[in-house]
């Protein structure tokens, strides 16, 4: 049985559609915070399974009889690290053969102020002596998607990225990564730097928008506290927003900007190009 967590988000439905590619439905455990979102799974035969990271009580029920667990990280910052824990020990009473996670590049020695949580949570995996499977993901290229959009009607890109380079890739080339790791052998205690093939810079990104929208785009390097105040006044949270435009700066060093070829080592692919997301998204509007 395998077991994915954070099933109705967007990179675990991609995921269960990479499994129910691969092994037969009954085999795929879909373990979600809110079963009723998941009626569609349990209508093709895929096991739904109240698992809330908030209860730890619904996670036993949850793992039972799993052989494999793919841990999706949680959404809600700050809260992450408990969460996380309960999985994990829930892992274990379970006895599972391998606990896979989806972490950030460089989860170790990254500065990146998003990546405390995941560190801590790698740490707390290695510690329960479980065989496990660390997906370092990389930035997806949808998280650039609304700011491409915004872009064809404003002109404008914001950042404090300035010429820093971005290896993202593609949601469902993570997704199929992943199943990848749940579906064959050879991953124990591996630890995957995932990015896409290809790095770019938000100069480059605003070219293209330019270029696939015919809307004249131009990237404005702003520094870290302005951009930040930027991010605030579009409604994120003071802290959040501090902490993006931090991560821009970081990216400016380099730290989301290495391409080691393992996410397209993994699927058995390159990866999918920047162009090919921003283009469908475009073309939808
Ligand atoms: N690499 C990147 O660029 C990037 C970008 C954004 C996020 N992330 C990380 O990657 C994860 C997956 O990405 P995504 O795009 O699929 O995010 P998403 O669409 O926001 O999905 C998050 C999933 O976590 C579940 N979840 C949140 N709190 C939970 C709880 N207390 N108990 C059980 N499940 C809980 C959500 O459940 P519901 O469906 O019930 O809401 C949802 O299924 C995110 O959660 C985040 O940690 C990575």
Redo the contacts with the bound molecule.
Sequence with gaps: MIVV?????????LVIEELAGRVPASQIVAA???PE?AADLAERGIQVRE?????PATLGPAFEGAAKILL?????VG??VD?HKAVVDAAKAAGVELLAY?S?PHADTTPLGLATEHKATEEHIRASGLPFTFLR????H??YLPAARLAVRSGVIAGSARDGRIA?AA?AD?AAAAATVLTTEGHKDAVYELTGDVAWSMPELAALVAELSGAQVEYRDLPVAEYAKVLEANGLPAPVAAMFAQTDADIADGWLGDTPGELSRLIGRPTTPLRDTLAESLKNG
């Design positions: 967590t954070g099933a109705t988000g967007q990179l675990g439905r979600v915070r809110s979102k698992a809330d990271y908030d209860r999706i990280s949680g959404s809600e809260k992450r969460q989806t950030i993901n990389g930035w997806y949808e998280n993202s949601r993570f």
